[in-house]
């Protein structure tokens, strides 16, 4: 299907502009992140519907809870980044982490593009989701989903930007069997065949993994209108 039909359908049937890229075009946008389809301001609260491999997963974000964090999710939403990537960090009960592409072209050039800290304003309580990092200043792409109250310990360090309002137990039914060992966290330092390799490594070793088969934007009623022509405008400069 061609991107003008698509774009034809998805008003149709009253869905947010940016569920419109297809795979190529999106992959090729994926690959310039400077562009500036790559760098809009967020809504200041939009939801994010993500199709799992076990179920409906909607994440509430808010903007004011962390303006770097809301944006920069946003965009990479928008691209299509998460799409087929692997939740390869699932420890029951504590979090679930997930955020590398399964393409190395792809992780790899995003793997350095860092956003500023934000100040914390809510806590990681069960529910929300923040950017993992290893040092200030270094959140990339990599997001992790509090499946437990972690305000205790995480609240000194994580900044949540949103918050789980439909499929909490999707989030915490996602396969737990392989622990820290499918890549761990980006402080472990075993990440780096999943940059290498990608979604081929992954499943080759850790078959079993949950994934992400989808993940789009969905925006509130407000911001359809701005959303259809910032995709209309996207589309024509294809």
Known sequence: MRLRELFVLATLIGLP?????????ASSLLLHPDAAELNRRAPDVFDVRMATSKGEIVIEVHRDWSPHGADHFYNLVRAGYYDDTRFFRVIQGRWAQFGINGDPKIS?????????????????TRG????????????????????????????????PFGTIVRGVEAADALNAEYGESAGGGIRGGRQEPLFEQGNSYLQQKFPQLDRIVRARV??????FREGRRSCRSALQAL
């Open 128 to 159: 929300t989701v923040a950017f993992a990092f290893a040092v200030p200043n270094g959140r990339t792409t990599q997001v992790f989903i509090n499946l437990k109250d972690n305000s205790a310990t995480h609240d000194a360090e994580f900044v």
């Open 108 to 124: 790899t050039m995003w793997r350095g593009r860092t956003i500023p800290d934000d100040p914390r304003v809510e806590s990681n």
């Open 17 to 25: 502009c940016l569920v419109l890229l297809s795979c190529e075009s």
């Open 218 to 223: 969905v925006a509130k009623s407000a911001d």
